[in-house]
């Protein structure tokens, strides 16, 4: 079974500053893509970046970029020079490859992001 | 345009009531997707639409009843749900399963 785990419930960030939200998973597939998701107090989700299971590169989207290290299951996303309308809760997700298994998007716990003026 | 619009924004509905919720996209995805998400917690899957038909029903209650009329279109009907079902209720769409999920604004469902 799939598995998505995001052990930071909350974290603060100065103004400016980057920050690294951690996220690890777990499956036995070996095609697989995992996202990045924001999810501000309004409620809607908004994507924010995409690593593919066999992509070579780190992801990167303006401000943010992924750690992937697939050795360690590990797909940490970066945000550089944090906005105070970074404040969300943030997100991760995998879904897998094989069949009907690429439908179930499954999402972690999620990341509170507060950032401070 | 790439926006998934979503009605209404906020329900509230009695015990007894019928109700539907409605998610559009032009897209052009052919997945469609209904997630429910309780308040701290991440969205779970509830329905997936492929090419308009039916492909997952995550063992949801059939006081959930979804509906996909057109490639456009997905409904969410309601009818005798109960006040633990009140949630944020999210739609979205995809190219295809590998896609990323465009997400709609949702819908905050109270039942009384």
């Known amino acids: 079974a799939q598995k998505i785990t995001q052990t930071q419930p909350g974290m603060f960030v100065q103004e400016k500053e980057a920050v690294t939200l951690d996220c690890t998973y777990d499956t036995s597939d070996p095609s697989y893509g995992l996202f990045w998701y924001k999810q501000p107090s309004s409620g809607e989700m908004i994507f924010l970046i995409y690593q593919g299971s066999y992509d070579q590169q780190n992801a990167t989207e303006g401000r943010y970029s992924l750690n992937f290290q697939k050795a360690r299951k590990s797909a940490n996303l970066v945000i550089s020079a944090s906005q105070l309308g970074d404040s969300a809760m943030y997100f991760c997700?995998?879904?897998?490859?094989?069949?009907?298994?690429?439908?179930?998007?499954?999402f972690g716990a999620g990341t509170r992001l507060f950032v401070k003026a | 345009d790439t926006e998934v619009t979503q009605t209404p924004k906020h329900l509230v509905m009695g015990m007894t009531n019928k109700k539907s919720l409605k998610c559009e996209q032009h897209?052009?995805?052919?997945?469609m997707y209904w997630y429910k998400q309780k308040a701290k917690k991440p969205p779970e899957l509830m329905f997936v639409?492929?090419?308009?038909?039916?492909?997952i029903n995550e063992s949801v209650p059939s006081r959930f009843s979804p509906e996909c009329p057109n490639s456009s279109l997905l409904n969410l009907h309601l009818h005798a749900l109960q006040p633990e079902d009140s949630a944020l209720y999210l739609c979205?769409?995809?190219?295809?399963?590998?896609?990323?999920?465009?997400f709609g604004p949702g819908t905050r469902l109270t039942v009384l």
């Open positions: 639409y492929s090419y308009e038909k039916l492909s």
């Open positions: 997700a995998m879904r897998e490859g094989l069949g009907t298994g690429g439908f179930k998007t499954i």
């Open positions: 979205a769409s995809s190219r295809d399963r590998m896609d990323r999920r465009f």
């Open positions: 897209m052009g995805h052919r997945a």
